[in-house]
Nanobody, 121 residues
C-alpha cells in the first residue's frame, strides 16, 4: 500500500516536501516513483528511484526536484524546490516490481491516492 502526503499551497519559487508511506513485506523488490496529473491533462512521469538507488527525473523537474527513500524503503520522499505554477498538479506515488537494474518510467502497478500541490504565481 502507498499513502502520499505533504501537498499544499505554495508561492512561485517556494518549496514543498512530499512523503509516501510504503507498506508491505516486499518493498525491496520495487522501484518507486512519483507522477503528477494537472487538471485536464494526462498523468505524467516525474521521478523514479530504482531498487539499486539510481534516480531518474523528467526534464521538466531536473535540478529542482529530488527523490529519495530511507534504507527500509518504507518512506518515499520527493523534495520540490524552485516551484513554478506549471508544477501545479495532483502528485501520486507508485510502485513497480522490477529486477535490480531496471529504472521504469511507465507501467506501474500500485498507486497511492494522490496529494494536491498548488503553486501560485
Amino acid at each position: 500500500q502507498l499513502q502520499a502526503s505533504g501537498g499544499g499551497l505554495v508561492q512561485n519559487g517556494g518549496s514543498l516536501t512530499l512523503s509516501c508511506a510504503v507498506s508491505g513485506t516486499s518493498r525491496s523488490r520495487y522501484a518507486l516513483g512519483w507522477f503528477r496529473q494537472a487538471s485536464g491533462k494526462e498523468r505524467e512521469f516525474v521521478a523514479v528511484i530504482s531498487r539499486s538507488g539510481t534516480s531518474v527525473y523528467a526534464d521538466s523537474v531536473k535540478g529542482r526536484f529530488t527523490i529519495s527513500t530511507n534504507n527500509a524503503k518504507s518512506t518515499l520522499v520527493l523534495q520540490l524546490n524552485s516551484l513554478k505554477p506549471e508544477d501545479t498538479a495532483v502528485y501520486y506515488c507508485a510502485a513497480k516490481p522490477t529486477i535490480l537494474t531496471v529504472i521504469p518510467t511507465t507501467g506501474y502497478n500500485y498507486w497511492g491516492q494522490g496529494t494536491q500541490v498548488t503553486v501560485s504565481s
